[in-house]
Nanobody
Framework: EVQLVESGGGLVQPGGSLRVSCVVS????????MNWLRQAPGKGPEWVST????????IYTDSVKGRFTISRDNSKNTLYLQMNNLKTEDTAVYYC??????WGKGTLVTVSS
């Protein structure tokens, strides 16, 4: 059974930082494109970032470029998203996904003063 479990969400003030993690089991982690997506209250899902397993290429949506960093540790089957200089508009449930086939249940990030 494939499982993706996110953690690390919480409440943070604007301008603050947070790192969310995603532990993956049930598939060969190192061979999959891994993605972060998010869904803000009342809105549809939005793709945030992708990390390629072979080239190591990192891709970001424009609104997070320069602020968010995606990374992976294949030895730990874990995906990370370091989020700096957070803004209120970053408030959302953050999901990790293997390709777009398998998704976790998400972790809530709230940016508020």
């Amino acid at each position: 059974e494939v499982q993706l479990v996110e953690s690390g969400g919480g409440l943070v003030q604007p301008g603050g930082s947070l790192r969310v993690s995603c532990v993956v089991s049930g598939l060969t982690f190192g061979t999959w494109d891994m993605n972060w997506l998010r869904q803000a209250p009342g809105k549809g899902p939005e793709w945030v970032s992708t990390i390629d397993p072979d080239s190591g290429d990192l891709i970001y949506t424009d609104s997070v470029k320069g602020r968010f960093t995606i990374s992976r540790d294949n030895s730990k089957n874990t995906l990370y998203l370091q989020m700096n200089n957070l803004k209120t508009e970053d408030t959302a449930v953050y999901y990790c996904a293997a390709g777009l086939h398998y998704w976790g249940k998400g972790t809530l990030v709230t940016v508020s003063s």
